[in-house]
């Protein structure tokens, strides 16, 4: 069973930054799609930015420009740079990866922007 663990939420100011890192316990990143979602309170979850097993790139409208999607050196690893944070980039963000059989989820790190 792999294992997804996100770190590196916070609260922030408007205009800050943050980076999460995503850690899974096998090499699933490597040929699989992979990918962060997040869920504001009261809202359904959606994607914020994913990497297709194909390695192309995709970002949600609301983030494209500021938030950059991308493999860390080690297999195991992904990374979701978060610049120019606006309050509406508030909630839990997950780090999800899918095997085109299974889905794995992380438990998520809240992120919160002050206005």
């Known amino acids: 069973q792999v294992q997804l663990v996100e770190s590196g939420g916070g609260l922030v100011q408007t205009g800050d930054f943050l980076r999460l890192s995503c850690v899974a316990s096998?090499?699933?990143?490597?040929?699989?799609?992979m990918g962060w979602y997040r869920q504001a309170p009261g809202k359904r979850r959606e994607l914020v930015a994913q990497?297709?097993?194909?390695?192309?790139?995709k970002y949600a409208d609301s983030v494209k420009g500021r938030f950059t999607i991308a493999r860390g050196d080690a297999k195991n690893t992904m990374f979701l740079q978060m610049n120019s944070l606006k309050p509406e980039d508030t909630g839990v963000y997950y780090c999800?990866?899918?095997?085109?059989?299974?889905?794995?989820w992380g438990q998520g790190t809240q992120v919160t922007v002050a206005s």
């Open positions: 999800h990866a899918n095997t085109g059989r299974l889905d794995y």
């Open positions: 990497i297709t097993s194909s390695s192309e790139i």
């Open positions: 096998g090499d699933i990143f490597s040929r699989n799609q």
